[in-house]
C-alpha cells in the first residue's frame, strides 16, 4: 500500500499548490494514525484526488496554512455525519453519478497537470479549462519535447507495466527514474516540483503566522 500511495501522495501535493513535500508528510502523518487508531474496511487513510481538487481554490485564497483548519472542519462534519447514519442514504446514489463524479475529478487533475507535463510556466486564472488552454497556446509557441516526452513516457510505463506485471511497483519505479531524469538534464523544460524537508513541518492554523511549508 505505500509502494502506491508514495508516488500518489506526491502527485497529489502538487496538484493542490502545496508542494510535494506537503503531500509527503501528510500521507505519513495520516498513515500512522490510521495505523494506530483503526478504522473500517470503508474508511479512505491514503491520498485521494476528490481533496485535491478541493484543496486548490482553498490554497489560492487563503494560503497553506488554512489546509489544516478546513481538515478539521471536514472531519467533524465526517463525524456528526457518522452520528446521524447518513452513510445508508449513498445506497441510493446510482452508479452513473459516482462513476461521472471520478471521472470529472481525473479531469480536472489531468488539466492542472498541464503546466508540468509540457513544461510550460503556470498562467495565471481561475478556471481550469481556460488554464490549460494557455498552456496548449504557450506550448504550441514554444514546444518542450523533453518535458512532454517525460511525461508520456511515465504514463506509458505506468498503464503498460500495470497489466504486464501487475505484482511490480511500476508507480513508484517511473517516479524514481524520472526524478533521475530530471536530476541528469540541462533543459529547462524540467523542473523540480520541490524538495523533500528532513522532518514533519509543524502544523499551523489558519489565523497562525506560519502560513507555509518549512523545509
Do not use: D
Not at 508514495?6 to 493542490?16: E, I, K, N, Q, R
Not at 470529472?104 to 481561475?126: K, N, R, S, T
Not at 513516457?153 to 507495466?161: E, S
Request: proline share 8%.
Amino acid at each position: 500500500m505505500a509502494i502506491v500511495a508514495l508516488p500518489l501522495a506526491l502527485g497529489f501535493g502538487v496538484s493542490s499548490g502545496l508542494g510535494a513535500e506537503a503531500g509527503l508528510a501528510t500521507a505519513v502523518v495520516a498513515g500512522a494514525v490510521a495505523a494506530i487508531f483503526g478504522g473500517s474496511n470503508l474508511q479512505v487513510s491514503g491520498p485521494t484526488g476528490a481533496m485535491t481538487v478541493v484543496l486548490v481554490p482553498i490554497v489560492a485564497e487563503h494560503g497553506p496554512a488554512a489546509v489544516l483548519t478546513v481538515g478539521l472542519l471536514a472531519g467533524l462534519m465526517l463525524i456528526g455525519l457518522a452520528f446521524a447514519r447518513a452513510g445508508r442514504y449513498m445506497s441510493y446514489v446510482p452508479a452513473p453519478v459516482v462513476e461521472g463524479f471520478t471521472l470529472g475529478i481525473a479531469c480536472v487533475i489531468g488539466l492542472q497537470q498541464m503546466p508540468g507535463a509540457l513544461g510550460v510556466e503556470q498562467p495565471e486564472g481561475e478556471k481550469v479549462l481556460v488554464v490549460a488552454w494557455r498552456v496548449v497556446e504557450e506550448w504550441a509557441r514554444s514546444p518542450q519535447w523533453a518535458a512532454l516526452a517525460l511525461a508520456m513516457g511515465v504514463a506509458a510505463i505506468m498503464l503498460v507495466g500495470a497489466r504486464w506485471r501487475p505484482a511490480v511497483p511500476f508507480s513508484i519505479l517511473t517516479v524514481a527514474a524520472a526524478t533521475l531524469a530530471t536530476q541528469r538534464s540541462a533543459s529547462k523544460a524540467l523542473r523540480r516540483s520541490g524538495t523533500c524537508p528532513p522532518g514533519c513541518p509543524p502544523p499551523a492554523s489558519a489565523s497562525s503566522p506560519r502560513a507555509r511549508w518549512a523545509p
